[in-house]
């Protein structure tokens, strides 16, 4: 996730492009640039905070532009310095570009431009679109980036602005946001409203295989092939700061809302041929074929991530993946030998145990997979190979779609390994094909909102809760407990659903709810016994099972019912579920979710 933002019009100062800028740095801020057409036409970009931007261009934020476009940046191709920071431009320095998405066929666009002689400073895939509009341009901007975007695969929200052309920004959007308005002689686009409301509240919003035209008195939009579109204009009644957050009350919620998105940019470019696709692991498949045993090392959440993948592994092959929280793995023998793969999972990429057990695990020869958020982290850097996860920039302490995006990278890795290995069958295949068509099942799940806030209302009192979950619902079940202790500050504690009777169950009465992790799988009627032994101790029991299964109903009337899908892929299906639930207890708590006490984003010490 990037923040894009363009301007056209008369008295702008570039004081006024930064402060638009400024309002989507949640969306990242690991480098920040804009380019302007004012006296001159200049680009000035920079590695780090938008401030770093600002403090650059002191000298300069009074002097007046025509048209400028502005970037704040996620990192997803290339590290986050000065040169990969947007805009991009072509070979003549007269194109710019800010682009948010991921461009799947960057490579064989490069890989042609270069055969005609164009020449690429960055490593980003963005660049490739400034040096096709380059080969397009004609003297008309629109046409070319018409032309342009044709050529594109994958997801973009884009602006381009020619030296040539100083009353006009040309913008598209396929599958990213972007939004647009008309103030006072002002045109404005950007990747949502916040930056709009200092000019209007009245805005478009532009939908997939959208090209707009936008000016300082007006905009048309055209579809790919050039044809009008007619487009509704939204009145918004927000204000400023309710608008950094999409509307919703806290990022924690805002990016549980995102679980969706997430997975979409996790899978993007990931499947090629109805096969799973890295194209990362390219020198590394030798490695993983003929594994018989993979280690993985990660914290919390990102642990909970690891412990589904090896559920997956182990029930679809022979290869043995242990997986140890880096904390305990750091300080033990490591039983590594030369050529191991060790898999390190980390929004952060800076967790401080993760980083050291990786780097105790290459002392021993292990080479490391490491599947990662942030970009240019230690952990990218330090790892043989990196698998991003493409979620984007997460404020909320509490991981809910990295967890997703995780999940999904650890999925397709799996499957990846499955192929490698000769485990590929029917299965993978519709595990595959549902993992694809998951994002819109999401959808469906985030829609069971209000039903889990009215739940999270009549379980919020409670001061202690068992989650428990066999087989693939243990995870979910870990990760649904550590969700509520740290934001709401219930105790809560997990089981696999077969340990109650060996002592956990002895703490259940009319005071101790369990949340029953208990999809249609094969150790559903396993969990259920389980679920009614507790029952009958009086616990209240919440159950998060299937749809369509009404035996649930014999057990309780507290029932969040998700889609079918194939078992191995209901960790991901539920999750949303876990981390609503914790979400609105907190929030009917009154408690901040985005900054939980005693906790850090990142833990970057021991
Ligand atoms: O950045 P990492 O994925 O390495 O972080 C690991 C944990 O610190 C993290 O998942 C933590 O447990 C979250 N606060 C859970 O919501």
Redesign the pocket.
């Known amino acids: 996730m990037c923040g894009i933002v363009g301007m056209v019009g008369e008295n702008l100062k570039l004081e006024d492009l930064v402060i638009s800028l400024q309002k989507l740095e949640y969306r990242g801020y690991d480098s920040a640039g804009i380019a302007y057409l004012g006296d001159n036409f200049g680009v000035y970009k920079k590695k780090g905070r938008i401030d770093v931007l600002r403090n650059g261009l002191k000298q300069k934020l009074n002097d007046r532009f025509f048209v400028g476009i502005a970037h704040t940046r996620w990192a997803t191709h290339g590290e986050p310095n000065d040169i990969n920071a947007h805009p991009h431009m072509d070979c003549k320095e007269e194109i710019a570009v800010v682009h948010n998405g991921i461009i799947e066929n960057y490579r064989e666009i490069r890989e042609f431009l270069e055969q005609r002689g164009h020449i690429f400073s960055s490593e980003t895939d963005t660049e490739v679109i400034a040096h096709l509009v380059e080969e397009e341009f004609e003297g008309d901007l629109l046409d070319a980036v018409l032309k342009a975007v044709k050529k594109l695969k994958g997801a973009y929200a884009i602006a381009v602005v020619h030296k040539s052309v100083p009353d006009t920004i040309v913008a598209a959007r396929k599958g990213s946001p972007l939004v647009a308005g008309i103030g006072n002689g002002v045109g404005i686009l950007a990747s949502d409203v916040t930056p709009l409301l200092r000019f209007t509240k009245d805005v478009v919003f532009l939908e997939d295989g959208d090209v707009m035209v936008l000016r300082k008195d007006g905009f048309e939009v055209y579809n790919t092939d050039g044809v009008k579109q007619q487009r509704k204009i939204y009145h918004v009644d927000w204000d400023e700061k309710a608008a950094e957050k999409g509307g919703y009350k806290y990022f924690m919620y805002k990016e549980i809302m995102e679980d969706p998105q997430a997975l979409v940019n996790a899978l993007v470019g990931r499947v090629k041929n109805d096969r799973p696709f890295f194209e990362e692991l390219e020198y590394y498949e030798e490695l993983l074929k003929g594994a018989d045993r993979i280690r993985v090392v990660?914290?919390?959440?990102?642990y909970y991530a690891g412990l589904v993948f090896k559920y997956f592994l182990e029930n679809h092959t022979d290869i043995d993946v242990e997986i140890e929280v880096s904390s305990e793995f750091r300080y033990k023998r490591p039983h590594i030998k030369e050529g191991d793969i060790l898999i390190a999972?980390?929004?952060?990429g800076?967790?401080a145990d993760?980083l050291e057990s990786v780097r105790l695990a290459k002392k021993h020869g292990a080479k490391i997979v490491s599947i990662v958020n942030v970009v240019g982290s230690t952990l990218d850097r330090e790892s043989d190979v990196t698998l991003f996860m493409n979620a984007g920039p997460e404020i909320g302490?509490?991981?809910t779609k990295t967890y997703v995006a995780e999940l999904a990278v650890l999925y397709l890795l799996g499957l990846k390994i499955m192929e490698i290995n000769g485990y590929w069958d029917r299965e993978a295949e519709d595990i595959l094909d549902k993992l694809v068509r998951m994002p819109e099942l999401l959808e469906n799940v985030l829609r069971k909102d209000p039903q889990i806030r009215e739940l999270s209302e009549k379980y919020k009192n409670y001061r202690n809760f068992m989650y428990i979950g066999r087989g693939y619902s243990y995870p979910t079940a870990l990760e649904g407990a550590?969700?509520l202790k740290?934001i709401t500050y219930i105790h809560a504690t997990a089981y696999q659903a077969g340990e109650l009777k060996h002592g956990p169950i002895a703490l259940l009465d009319v005071d101790f709810p369990v949340f029953a992790v208990m999809p249609d799988d094969s150790l559903f009627f396993k969990t259920k016994s389980n679920v009614i032994e507790s029952k009958s101790r009086n616990a209240p029991v919440i159950v998060l099972g299937t749809e369509g299964n009404r035996s649930l109903e014999e057990i309780t009337g507290d029932i969040i019912h998700v889609p079918p899908t194939h078992e191995s892929l209901y960790p991901l299906m539920m999750a949303p579920v876990v981390q609503l639930f914790a979400y609105h207890i907190a929030d009917l708590k009154g408690l901040d979710p985005d900054k939980p006490r005693n906790?850090a984003k990142?833990?970057t010490v021991e």
């Open positions: 990660s914290c919390g959440t990102s999972i980390s929004q952060s800076e967790t993760t302490v509490a991981a550590l969700k740290e906790l990142s833990v």
